[in-house]
């Protein structure tokens, strides 16, 4: 039976067996010795983003995974159900996980990479499974969660476990290397109004600049970078991630 790796180079759309909604993009160099999953924003370019990641693959001898997330999977018109992992029953992260067993990779840690909408899903997504991570790159996300064992999901953590059944992993996350990255341009608000909630602030800078504090108040190293000159622009900003990545790769 042909596999996912058995063909070098970019691959075609896969269904996802777990889910046939839900697909991915490949990218197989020619020894891949790493994983590195790439999660699209609101505009599901996940096509773009794997292609964005066939030099550093072949570099970096790193197999790049890159889910697609169709809009209205769940519910018509449905844009952010799997930016909070959870929505109308199905368990995005466990969607990925899966995805990840079906490729035969699943039980390896990999490096994860999300940019606005996927910047949402990277932290979460850290927060519940730190221990499948060998680092993680958050982008520019509109709306972050904060580790708060008083304010419910998705401004906090309060009901974490009884929403996914499992706690958030403070002690595992503290041995992730983590990167977070937004334009220094990015300031626009529309998209992103929070009317008479604690946000974490107005733009995607303050947001998370918020996240870090809070995730280093917990003991959480952060990686942090604000890029001159870029706005809300998820390609523009991974030659950082790729730097992030590449430092991590070259440590073991």
């Given at each position: 039976m042909t596999t996912a790796l058995d063909s070098r180079g970019p691959s075609p759309l896969f269904a996802a067996?777990?889910?046939r909604r839900f697909s991915y993009f490949l990218y197989v160099p020619a020894e891949p010795r790493h994983v590195v999953v790439v999660v699209h924003g609101t505009q599901r370019m996940a096509e773009?983003?794997?292609d964005a990641y066939r030099g550093f693959a072949e570099e970096h001898d790193c197999l790049v995974v890159a889910p697609l997330f169709p809009a209205g999977a769940d519910e018509p018109g449905d844009l952010s159900g799997y930016k909070r992992l959870a929505f109308r029953g199905t368990r995005y992260d466990l969607v990925l996980l899966?995805?990840?067993?079906?490729i035969g990779v699943g039980g390896r840690r990999f490096h994860l990479h999300g940019f606005s909408g996927g910047g949402q899903f990277a932290h979460r997504f850290a927060l519940l499974h730190a221990e499948r991570l060998a680092s993680v790159s958050i982008g520019a996300p509109g709306r972050v969660t904060r580790i708060d064992p008083d304010t419910p999901w998705w401004l906090g953590t309060a009901?974490?476990?009884e929403r996914f059944g499992r706690p958030v992993d403070v002690d595992g996350l503290r041995r992730v290397p983590v990167q977070m990255v937004v334009g220094a341009a990015d300031?626009?608000?529309?998209?992103?109004?929070e009317p008479g909630l604690d946000a974490g602030g107005d733009t995607r800078i303050d947001r998370?600049?918020?996240?870090?504090?809070?995730?280093?108040?917990?003991g959480i190293g952060v990686d942090f970078a604000v890029l001159p000159g870029i706005g809300h622009r998820g390609?523009?900003?991974?030659?950082?991630?790729?730097?992030?990545?590449?430092?991590?790769?070259?440590?073991?």
């Open positions: 067996q777990v889910d773009r983003y794997r899966a995805m990840l067993e079906e009901d974490v476990l300031t626009e608000t529309r998209e992103i109004a998370l600049r918020s996240l870090r504090a809070n995730f280093e108040a917990h390609l523009q900003v991974q030659p950082e991630v790729h730097r992030f990545f590449a430092a991590r790769l070259r440590g073991g």
